[in-house]
């Protein structure tokens, strides 16, 4: 390409999500990259973010946890990040791009990452309140607004995101439908056979499937909002919530108006090496088509073209882009997906190879081609073989093992064992980094880890599906070398999370430094901080805010409250069991009328408080305090909430009195730091209003005494909780419980939810319920002694701040003056509350107390 001859030349990347970050590292990386000005235009409020893993806002997750972006990374390489201000029109003669804002920005290389839109129908009444799409954050928190409110959802589209978005609605508690044009869910995945074990899986959850039929229209109410949905069938579905999913069209418009050529099916035409017709201006990810007249959809092949582009930018020769595997695997409403290579057997005289099982909801194809090659599959409720299958389909070799043993189950006679890949298979193909270059990480640059190997080749860091075999293939290499396999917390601890408890609780180490002086190096990192902090305190090391514990938190734990989107922070009471009396709803009512909060009923039967000020947070403690109320922990790795319906006491199903036994527990399990949160719930009777089964652990009544469920969680992978003992009196039910919490606490992983962890439990549930209830391993009197202590040493950490001006100094928004309201934190006023004022919008910081819409808000006019 064509440059003048200045020091300082400008390039500007259009578009700052998962590809356009991918791009942005991949050109820091360059040699090339030093003498450049770059400069990026985002329409977003935020910087780039994982989309891939959006559904875990629905289970407690943060816009911080999605961040991709690394602290520094911008300014390190002096990137201009230009937030909310995106581009408009592009002068491809003067090489200038304007934006939003009216600013003009000089290009000399412009690389357009703008991704896509979701697909909504042309329908009538989509544009009616309750209508949403499944995209980005802002889309997350406004379809849970909604939810909050609603009783029936219903999705639009039975693709990836689709059944996603079901899912999420299904955690909330909405009776949820799926309306699916195509034959079968998930058409471009899966076959018809996929498709049916799928359909029949989802349906066993509680969610309606609906295929073959279209959305002929958006019913509304009276209100204008939506009541309900037309199928183009003729059939009319009730719904409080539409959320349209129905796939993605590239976002090209600024090609389009600038005279670039795009695809019949839009994307910007782009070359091998992801050109446009103007060699000055590239396209990458969802908004380009590329040379093989395909519109990638999914990010491992928007990472390639990235990565294609920054080394073309470059001047490197040999960067080309001519396609990508489209092979996923992933769980949806708790179902395990894959597909890999060509998984409906387009080449011609290929031959399928089926094992199914509709007992058991699993379903596996492979499609062999003519000279015995594995080409692709289909695997649904079982996609353990996915790590091996997917590179043998991309490398297109014949098998060594008949087919049919490939998909046999494991056990059964004949089946084959582990099956050898060869150096060149793809392990990741987000990066596409093959075996042998793992392998070489491992024997020539010292890699000694996961976590070492992704550092060196950058697999694993996309959408994770490669990890395990990843960590299978690390650990072997290092097993031929003779070298014991990394399996420490973090580069400055060479021991697992369970070991440093371990330590801690034997040693009486009571100090991060302590710690890392006598059993690490360095000086820690966002890993391992974090976990000894939450050792520390599980074994009941003084307040989280004393000493060095506070600056080992994190954002949430650093204050005792939640962060949320705006820099505002939400207080959440503990409300024991959902139980409270009207004087304490007075109570929390002032308060949050006082302070101008929005308030909100949560899912775990307490009210949530929201918009909040760094410096406001102690006042507003203070007041709940005084009121009988105490920290909810909402903000820690620690006992949420024990949920209870009313049980005997009100119900005429009930056979026990389950609120009082909800109350008991969350009373005696507060303030338990864990290494993931802890969810639970009592249900007084087999009709399990309290969602028992889908919690940490769960409690439903029999007529003879309680059953005791572990391992359940929602979220984004919901799983059904086991079954442990049956029909336990209260002294045993409530001693099993003591020692499965520890149990867990003492060996699980970092952020390792009880659902995963037990699932990992060598020997699994057996092995668990003869630790807790037959104290196989010895340790029972122990584990019963930690509880003892932990329930002799909780304090309220509100009130044990509110006690020591110490600890409250901490709690103002600027330093050197305490009382100021940061003006980066402002609302605007919504159905007589506040919300987070969006970009743009003329945003009110808290202040003084005025009334706006019958509801009493603090505002400052700015």
Known sequence: MTLDDRTVRDLVLVGHGMVGQRFLEAWTEQPAARGWRVTVLAEEPRPAYDRVHLSSLFDGGTAEDLALCPSGFLAEHGIDLRLGDPATAIDRAGRTVTTRSGAEVRYDVLVL???????????????????????????????????????????????????????????????????????RLMAVQVDDGGGAALRRKIEDLGVTVHTGAGAGGVLTGPDGRVRGLALSDGRELPADLVVFSAGVRARDQLARDCGLPVGPRGGVVVDERCRTEDPAVLAIGECAQAVDGRVYGLVAPGYQMAETAARTVAGLDGAAFTGADLSTKLKLLGVDVASFGDPHGTAEGALDVLYSDSRSGVYRKLVIGTDGALLGGVLVGDTEGYGTLRPLAVG????????????????????????????????????????????????????????????????????????????????????AAGVSAFKGLCEHFAHTRAELYEIVRVTGVTTFTELRDRHGSGEGCE???????????????????????????????????????????????????????????????????????????????????????????????????????????????SLRTVKSCVGETWCRYGVQDSTALAIELELRYRGLRSPHKLKAAVSGCARECAEAQSKDFGIIATSAGWNLYVGGNGGMTPRHADLLAADLDRETLIRTIDRYLMFYIRTADRLERTSVWLERLEGGLDHLRAVVLDDSLGIAAELDDLMIR?????????????????????????????????????????????????????????????????????????
């Open 113 to 183: 990452a703008t991704g896509s839109v979701p697909f909504v129908p042309p329908v009538p009444g989509t544009d009616a309140p309750g209508c949403h799409v499944y995209r980005t954050i802002e889309d997350v928190d406004a379809i849970r607004a909604d939810a909050a409110t609603a009783a029936t959802g219903v999705v639009v589209g039975g693709g990836l995101l689709g059944l996603e978005a079901a899912g999420a609605l299904r955690a909330g508690g909405l009776t949820t439908h799926v309306v699916e044009f195509a034959p």
């Open 396 to 479: 297109g070799k014949p098998l060594t093992v008949a087919p049919e043993q490939l998909v046999l189950p494991v056990g059964f006679a004949g089946a084959a064992g582990p099956v050898a890949l060869p150096d060149d298979a793809v392990l990741c193909s987000c990066h596409n980094v093959t075996q042998g270059a793992v392998r070489a990480a491992v024997r020539e640059q010292g890699a000694d880890s996961v976590a070492a190997v992704k550092k060196c080749t950058r697999a694993g860091t996309g959408c994770g599906s490669c990890l395990k075999q990843l960590g299978t293939v690390v650990t072997e290499e290092l097993e």
């Open 527 to 637: 890993i391992c901080k974090p976990t000894v902090a939450s050792i520390l305190a599980s074994l009941g090391n003084g307040h989280i805010l004393d000493g060095e514990q506070g600056a080992l938190q994190d954002s949430n734990d650093h204050f005792l409250a939640n962060l949320q989107r705006n820099g505002s922070y939400s207080v959440v009471p503990r409300v024991p069991g959902g139980e409270i009396t009207p004087e304490g709803l007075i109570a929390i009512g002032e308060i949050a009328r006082d302070h101008g909060l929005y308030t909100k009923i949560t899912g775990g039967q307490r009210i949530d408080m929201f918009g909040a000020t760094v410096d406001q947070l102690p006042a507003i403690w203070h007041r709940l305090v005084e009121a009988g109320f105490e920290s909810g922990h909402a903000y820690g790795k």
């Open 790 to 862: 932990h329930i002799g040493g909780y304090q309220d950490e509100w009130a044990a701040t509110l006690a020591d001006p110490e600890r409250l100094r901490r709690f103002a928004s600027f330093v050197n003056a305490p009382g100021t309201p940061d003006p980066a934190v402002t609302f605007v006023p919504e159905r007589g509350q506040i919300r987070p004022a969006r970009p743009g919008e003329a945003g009110h910081t808290l202040n003084a107390p005025v009334l706006v819409a019958g509801a009493r808000l603090e505002v400052l006019t700015p």
